[in-house]
């Protein structure tokens, strides 16, 4: 999977202040993050539904998925 450059730059500019030394080790930590919390709301009982559309359009104005 390739990430889209504007990811990448933010990776990178960020990378000098973690503790980290490549951006794949920090884009998984941060996706590992990111997955235990999601995982943590699905358990609850008072789990929202999610509008899966408006969160693909949302994902894809910000730059992470391709029109």
Known sequence: MELPEQVVERVEERLPRTEW???R???TYVLEE???QVEQETEDDD???VDEAKVED???SLGYLDE
Do not use: G, I, S, W
Request: proline share 7%; aromatic share 20%; net charge negative.
């Open 25 to 27: 080790e920090y884009v």
């Open 34 to 36: 990111v997955l235990y």
């Open 21 to 23: 030394d490549e951006p």
């Open 58 to 60: 949302r994902l894809k």
């Open 47 to 49: 789990f929202e539904e």
